[in-house]
């Protein structure tokens, strides 16, 4: 088998694999991404900054907003020093929702750590980081 076709194989087994670690969820994840910011970060948080950390579109990052209105789970609070912008507050929902997520991939990402051993683990997280940096610097 071609190294390239093999390594494609592995690596989007993996991709599928780890996703599904986040299946069920009442949200997309992307849009969890948004709502881990939000919970888990110093704000204020605007659209654009979320578009910016996320390495999205402002266009995405308005759909994710409303979205995440609709069900519930965020606030718009009008800016104090632009009238035009507004500021991204996670609700109650949200850091409910949030806190149970973390719980439930900490004990998901236990098993990889218990199979791979500490090491093994951290090596792929370092090696899937640097991966990460030259794919977004050539693409």
């Given at each position: 088998m071609d190294k390239y076709f093999f390594a494609n194989a592995v690596l989007s087994v993996f991709c599928k694999n780890y996703m599904g670690l986040k299946k069920g969820l009442p949200v997309r994840p992307s849009e969890m991404g948004v709502l881990n910011i939000i919970s888990e970060t110093e704000g204020p948080h605007t659209p654009v900054k979320l578009a910016e950390m996320l390495k999205v579109s402002k266009p995405m990052i308005t759909a994710h907003i409303t979205s995440l209105e609709n069900k519930g789970y965020i606030i718009k609070s009008p800016s104090p020093q632009d009238k035009r912008a507004y500021h991204?507050?996670?609700?109650?929902?949200?850091?409910?929702?949030?806190?149970?997520?973390?719980?439930?991939?900490?004990?998901?990402?236990?098993?990889?750590?218990?199979?791979?051993?500490?090491?093994?683990?951290?090596?792929?997280?370092?090696?899937a980081e640097k991966a990460n940096k030259i794919i977004e610097r050539n693409d």
């Open positions: 991204i507050l996670p609700t109650e929902k949200a850091q409910a929702l949030v806190q149970k997520a973390k719980a439930d991939l900490t004990h998901k990402l236990d098993w990889l750590i218990d199979g791979l051993g500490q090491d093994d683990f951290n090596s792929l997280v370092a090696l």
